[in-house]
């Protein structure tokens, strides 16, 4: 979604940048918005071929939207030599190393976003059964 959205000019920049403030505050939000657009730059300018996007509506995946949704969970997941294979289908393989650090970046932020928020813990246990 935020590679259709980087791509959809700066109403969608500004929605995804948008996203990242809400979930991850100010800062951290600042600076995911900039791996996405640093991302997505290396991409436009170093890329093998223009990636095809579908638009923000489209239901379907494209291979191009795969490959790159993957490449970013596995740079995230610290499956590097994955990521940097991926990368290179996507740009020129000078640039894969840096497009590679970037997706494990983002997903690292993409991450967090998703993370489950941790109760505050009290040390005090519920009853094992609750009635009204």
């Known amino acids: 979604m935020y590679l259709r959205l980087w791509g959809d000019g700066v109403q969608g920049r500004a929605d995804a940048a948008s996203d990242f403030e809400i979930a991850l505050g100010a800062e951290c939000g600042r600076a995911a918005m900039m791996s996405l657009d640093r ?10 071929r223009p990636l095809i996007r579908h638009g923000l509506e489209c239901s379907c995946l494209g291979a191009d939207e795969n490959c790159f949704a993957q490449m970013i969970a596995a740079a995230s997941e610290g499956s590097r030599e994955d990521a940097m294979m991926m990368a290179s289908l996507i740009v020129r393989p000078d640039f894969a190393p840096a497009l590679a650090s970037l997706s494990e970046e983002l997903g690292l932020a993409l991450r967090r976003m998703t993370a489950p928020v941790p109760l505050p813990t009290t040390g005090h246990q519920p009853p094992a059964a609750l009635l009204h």
């Open 39 to 48: 991302l997505c730059s290396l991409c436009a300018h170093h890329g093998r």
